[in-house]
């Protein structure tokens, strides 16, 4: 990761690390990408609200968000599709986080546009990768 320094001091520097953004009902679920997040250097937001999803990524614009398909009050998918619709949020990068794992439901998640897909229950290391992919970020040395 690139961080410049300039006269605008920390708290600049800090506002350039990569913003991810997860949206997942699950607290356990939500601690563990806080945790996988954190050892990336990059800044946080969890929500278990998936109906704050619009509004959160339109304020804070993410670089990357992972959004669980099954959420009580909605769903993954039809938050996707709003994200995509909406110009302020259509270029943000949507992984989905899904237990879901028929072939059939897997097709259903891909053709519906995401850029990818992980299923729970996933290993620290797979979400890993998947977020450094996305950032172009360089991992940590295991
Ligand atoms: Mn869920």
């Known amino acids: 990761m690139r961080i410049e320094l300039d006269e605008s001091g920390k708290q600049q520097r800090n506002s350039e690390l990569p913003l991810i953004l997860a ?16 050892s ?11 109906t704050k999803t619009l509004l959160i ?8 968000i992972l959004l669980d398909i099954m959420l009580p009050e909605t769903n993954g998918i ?3 599709r709003g994200l995509k619709q909406d110009s302020s949020t259509s ?4 992984i989905a986080v899904t ?3 028929r072939a059939e439901e897997k097709k259903h998640i891909l053709e519906a546009g995401f850029d990818a897909y992980i299923s729970k229950p996933y290993m ?3 979400i890993e990768e998947l977020i450094c992919s996305y950032l172009n970020l360089k991992q940590n040395p295991q």
Not at 40 to 50: P, Y
Request: hydrophobic letters at 45%.
């Open 23 to 38: 949206v997942e009902d699950n607290e356990d679920n939500l601690l563990i990408i806080n945790y996988v997040v954190d």
């Open 40 to 50: 990336l250097n990059c800044r946080f937001i969890g929500e278990a609200d998936g």
């Open 57 to 64: 990524a339109r304020e804070s614009q993410p670089n990357l």
């Open 78 to 80: 039809d938050l996707f």
């Open 91 to 94: 270029h943000i990068p949507v």
């Open 99 to 101: 237990a879901l794992a």
């Open 124 to 126: 620290l290391e797979e």
